[in-house]
């Protein structure tokens, strides 16, 4: 359930009145090298965070924009770089399985490197004020439950269709040109990477719903969280 505070920036984002957070990660230019360490890319994206955070508090509060255009290499392709990095030795959840997703090996998310998702459509089933919801179920998950409702598809990731960026985002602007007014996002927890990934390549100004599990109501008190 989205959370009063939210709201209203949510729906000026849905409006087109603010930048969603994604958009201004791709503003924020930064200075990296590839070969950097996981330790030394986090400490350089908490320099370029309180940048983000400065601008979006300036942006969010005054509702100017003052510049839109999109660096080249961007701190949103820093988180990428981060992720990508984070599953060699994987620690996306708290099960901290340590495998290397990109050499194949599976965790208890039973997933390698590669993403997929089982369907995507105008979903009219969630809070009024996300419908119509542009909804994309992944498969895999980070938990077990016996009572689960998708245990089709996140018991057995190697279901549904392989993610490729470029033709996700492609499809992300397409729905909300159809009247999505959000990207709904279920079970996005194991491909964060992909999801980067897929919003660095999408053009179209919407909030990312990241549509989590119970791990995340007990470890962050979110459920459905706008972005």
Same mark, same amino acid.
């Given at each position: 359930?989205?959370?009063?505070?939210?709201?209203?920036?949510?729906?000026?984002?849905?409006?087109?009145?603010?930048?969603?957070?994604?958009?201004?990660?791709?503003?924020?230019?930064?200075?990296?090298?590839?070969?950097?360490?996981?330790?030394?890319?986090?400490?350089?994206?908490?320099?370029?965070?309180?940048?983000?955070?400065?601008?979006?508090?300036?942006?969010?509060?005054?509702?100017?924009?003052?510049?839109?255009?999109?660096?080249?290499?961007?701190?949103?392709?820093?988180?990428?770089?981060?992720?990508?990095?984070?599953?060699?030795?994987?620690?996306?959840?708290?099960?901290?399985?340590?495998?290397?997703?990109? +050499?194949?090996?599976?965790?208890?998310?039973?997933?390698?490197?590669?993403?997929?998702?089982?369907?995507?459509?105008?979903?009219?089933?969630?809070?009024?004020?996300?419908?119509?919801?542009?909804?994309?179920?992944?498969?895999?998950?980070?938990?077990?439950?016996?009572?689960?409702?998708?245990?089709?598809?996140?018991?057995?990731?190697?279901?549904?269709?392989?993610? +490729?960026?470029?033709?996700?985002?492609?499809?992300?602007?397409?729905?909300?040109?159809?009247?999505?007014?959000?990207?709904?996002?279920?079970?996005?927890?194991?491909?964060?990477?992909?999801?980067?990934?897929?919003?660095?390549?999408?053009?179209? +100004?919407?909030?990312?719903?990241?549509?989590?599990?119970?791990?995340?109501?007990?470890?962050?008190?979110?459920? +459905?969280?706008?972005?």
């Amino acid at each position: 359930m989205l959370k009063p505070l939210f709201l209203d920036n949510y729906l000026k984002i849905v409006n087109d009145e603010l930048p969603s957070r994604y958009k201004l990660l791709k503003r924020i230019p930064v200075v990296y090298d590839d070969s950097e360490s996981v330790k030394e890319l986090w400490s350089k994206h908490d320099q370029y965070m309180r940048i983000y955070r400065e601008q979006k508090q300036k942006i969010y509060f005054s509702g100017i924009i003052t510049d839109e255009r999109q660096t080249k290499k961007n701190l949103l392709d820093l988180k990428t770089d981060i992720a990508e990095k984070m599953i060699e030795n994987c620690h996306l959840c708290q099960h901290r399985c340590g495998v290397n997703r990109k +050499n194949g090996e599976k965790g208890f998310c039973k997933l390698t490197d590669k993403s997929r998702y089982a369907a995507e459509f105008l979903h009219m089933g969630e809070e009024p004020e996300l419908v119509p919801s542009h909804t994309i179920f992944f498969t895999g998950c980070v938990l077990c439950c016996v009572y689960c409702q998708n245990w089709d598809i996140s018991m057995h990731p190697e279901a549904g269709r392989e993610v +490729n960026a470029t033709e996700l985002a492609r499809r992300i602007d397409k729905r909300e040109r159809e009247g999505a007014k959000n990207l709904n996002l279920v079970t996005p927890t194991p491909h964060l990477h992909n999801i980067l990934r897929t919003l660095s390549k999408t053009s179209v +100004n919407t909030p990312v719903v990241w549509n989590s599990n119970m791990y995340f109501v007990f470890l962050c008190g979110t459920y +459905n969280t706008a972005l």
